[in-house]
């Protein structure tokens, strides 16, 4: 219940911040700047509606490992992209101004992130899960290439989104979300070695979490 009631109260900020930002599109309509700021919120918006869709609706764990410290780790990784404006504003962190190139490259890893994101999403359908559970172990598409797609999907729109926001905030935000990202792997790993046998071989043959590297 606690990610479920978390998911809604994010996502109705983000719709309240996503609200007078279409507004200064149509008003200031076709500036660049404007435009490229409000296309990165609305995907960043759309992409954490589906992944909250997805979780609400996902089938019963087989095994889970919830802690005190995966359930922290889980949680932080999970929600510190979108609570990043909110906990700014309440910090009265106020970004620096940036210009359309600097949106652009923003909007474009933003739509890269959530679109391998979305395309483990497709492979791991409702064996979704934000705390450490097995499900179902899947091999075939993106994880055939890392072992945690979607949470690189995460952060390279992660870092589309600083891009969009730059001040010293986001970048604490995105060294830690990497940070919680690889220890999460590795809560969720122990769990389904434990549900999979064959889990062991197939994290031998592929990479954690970057291509050939990590």
């Known amino acids: 219940m606690l990610p479920g009631v978390v998911f809604i109260f994010l996502l109705l900020i983000q719709v309240s911040f996503l609200q007078p930002e279409l507004e200064h599109v149509r008003t200031t309509f076709p500036d660049p700047a404007a435009i490229g700021l409000a296309v990165n919120r609305v995907l960043s918006t759309v992409f954490f509606a589906g992944v909250a869709l997805i979780y609400l609706l996902r089938k019963p764990p087989a095994r889970v490992r919830h802690s005190p410290s ?22 009265g962190v106020t970004p620096a101004d940036v210009g359309p190139a600097q ?28 705390m450490p559970e097995a499900r179902a172990l899947v091999t075939g598409g993106p994880y055939r290439v890392v072992r945690h797609p979607l949470y690189l ?10 891009l969009a926001l730059p001040s010293w905030f986001s970048v604490v935000v995105f060294v830690t ?18 549900s999979f046998p064959e889990y062991t071989e197939y994290a031998r043959q592929t990479k954690r979490l970057l291509p050939w590297l990590i």
């Open 70 to 91: 995966a359930v922290v780790v889980s949680m932080y990784a999970s929600f510190i992209l979108f609570a990043l404006r909110p906990l700014a504003n309440v910090l």
């Open 103 to 130: 949106l652009l490259v923003s909007d474009a890893l933003v739509l890269l992130g959530i679109g391998f994101a979305v395309y483990a999403l497709g492979y791991l359908k409702l064996s979704f899960s934000i």
């Open 153 to 162: 999907g995460e952060i390279t729109a992660g870092l589309g989104l600083v």
């Open 177 to 194: 979300l990497v940070a919680a990202q690889l220890v999460r792997t590795r809560y969720e790993e122990d769990v389904l070695r434990d």
